[in-house]
């Protein structure tokens, strides 16, 4: 019954299965979904590329601070990304659940909602995963893409005078996570963005189309996974800090709570914006906005100045 408790112990595993593959539908490279040993998934030119991100309960999600539905969104979302990033189109997800057998069965199908809604809107679907009990709410996500013909953008492109650029917001999930941790629920904006990231999906194809040298998915802050492309590059990064424009709402949330709204913007994540290169003389594609410059050296840079303080998220820190 949807009214009452039912908790997966009671409804068990291919109970479980049978409830969230029936709330699933196929996507374009779906060849086979969820029934077999395995999903057969097309690929275009026999390449497919592949990312994989987990979410941790109290960790990387909290029950009191996000619907399951939010959860599903967030946990496709920060897989998409690592896709787009790529240059690719993504194609499926794989979705691993490891539960406390007192869950609420709503909770899991909720979260199936959440994740098959977010790859619909890349035209991608879930086409298989596996189950466990575990005293620790897990949720591990697999996506595969088609890079169709084309060839990857890596992190390791970047060349001294290339233009710096970015797609997407930046900030907001950071500004609503601090909002939710000091135990309040708005602005709305913010803590939406914190529960469901905004992903610029069409960005990350277009940029390879147009150019750009390398790229990579905003999930741990924009200094720090710059800096991922400033090491794999072997070159510097600057930034410009006048290029980030702090909305309205994030500057009165920053004041009310005492924080500084640029390191939200440069140092927070789960936003999953795409941060990219592309050669001087080349036009930024649509969603695309200037940022910084490559330069020779190395690391990341504000204004020519290293950064003070924490550059981003660290899972072990």
């Given at each position: 019954?949807?009214?009452?408790?039912?908790?997966?112990?009671?409804?068990?595993?291919?109970?479980?299965?049978?409830?969230?593959?029936?709330?699933?539908?196929?996507?374009?490279?779906?060849l086979?979904?969820?029934?077999?040993?395995?999903?057969?998934?097309a690929?275009?030119?026999?390449?497919?590329?592949?990312?994989?991100?987990?979410?941790?309960?109290?960790?990387?999600f909290?029950r009191?601070?996000?619907?399951?539905?939010?959860?599903?969104?967030?946990?496709?979302?920060?897989?998409?990304?690592?896709?787009?990033?790529?240059?690719?189109?993504?194609?499926?997800?794989?979705?691993?659940l490891?539960?406390?057998?007192?869950?609420?069965?709503?909770?899991?199908?909720?979260?199936?909602?959440?994740?098959?809604?977010?790859?619909?809107?890349?035209?991608?679907?879930?086409?298989?995963?596996?189950?466990?009990?575990?005293?620790?709410?897990?949720?591990?996500?697999?996506?595969?893409?088609?890079?169709?013909?084309?060839?990857?953008?890596?992190?390791?492109?970047?060349?001294?005078?290339d233009?710096?650029?970015?797609?997407?917001?930046?900030?907001?999930?950071?500004?609503?996570?601090?909002?939710?941790?000091?135990?309040?629920?708005?602005p709305k904006?913010?803590?939406?963005?914190?529960?469901?990231?905004?992903?610029?999906?069409?960005?990350?194809?277009?940029?390879?189309?147009?150019?750009?040298?390398?790229?990579?998915?905003?999930?741990?802050?924009?200094?720090?996974?710059?800096?991922?492309?400033?090491?794999?590059?072997?070159?510097?990064i600057d930034?410009?800090?006048?290029?980030?424009?702090?909305?309205?709402?994030?500057r009165?949330?920053?004041?009310?709570?005492?924080?500084?709204?640029?390191?939200?913007?440069?140092?927070?994540?789960?936003d999953?914006?795409?941060?990219?290169?592309?050669?001087?003389?080349?036009?930024?594609?649509?969603?695309?906005?200037?940022?910084?410059?490559?330069?020779?050296?190395?690391?990341?840079?504000?204004?020519?100045?290293?950064?003070?303080g924490?550059?981003?998220?660290?899972?072990?820190?």
């Amino acid at each position: 019954m949807r009214g009452g408790h039912m908790s997966l112990a009671r409804t068990g595993e291919f109970g479980l299965i049978s409830r969230v593959t029936a709330r699933l539908s196929a996507g374009p490279a779906c060849l086979l979904g969820p029934g077999d040993d395995a999903a057969i998934v097309a690929a275009s030119d026999g390449r497919v590329v592949a990312s994989t991100d987990v979410l941790v309960e109290g960790r990387h999600f909290r029950r009191d601070w996000s619907a399951a539905v939010d959860v599903g969104h967030r946990a496709a979302a920060a897989n998409l990304a690592d896709i787009v990033a790529m240059g690719a189109i993504p194609t499926a997800l794989l979705v691993g659940l490891c539960a406390p057998p007192g869950l609420d069965v709503r909770w899991a199908e909720d979260l199936a909602d959440g994740l098959a809604a977010e790859a619909a809107k890349v035209g991608a679907s879930v086409v298989g995963g596996d189950m466990s009990a575990s005293p620790t709410l897990t949720i591990a996500v697999t996506a595969l893409g088609d890079l169709h013909g084309a060839a990857p953008v890596l992190r390791s492109g970047a060349r001294a005078g290339d233009v710096v650029a970015l797609a997407g917001r930046i900030g907001y999930a950071a500004a609503g996570y601090t909002v939710l941790s000091r135990g309040f629920r708005t602005p709305k904006l913010l803590v939406e963005a914190y529960r469901r990231p905004e992903v610029p999906y069409a960005a990350g194809p277009l940029a390879a189309r147009s150019g750009a040298t390398a790229m990579i998915d905003v999930s741990d802050g924009l200094l720090a996974d710059l800096g991922h492309i400033a090491t794999a590059s072997r070159v510097g990064i600057d930034l410009r800090r006048d290029a980030f424009e702090v909305p309205p709402q994030m500057r009165d949330a920053a004041h009310a709570l005492g924080a500084d709204p640029y390191l939200w913007v440069l140092a927070g994540g789960d936003d999953h914006a795409l941060a990219a290169t592309f050669p001087e003389d080349t036009p930024l594609p649509e969603g695309w906005r200037a940022v910084g410059h490559v330069i020779e050296g190395s690391g990341v840079t504000v204004n020519g100045r290293a950064h003070k303080g924490a550059s981003g998220w660290d899972h072990f820190g």
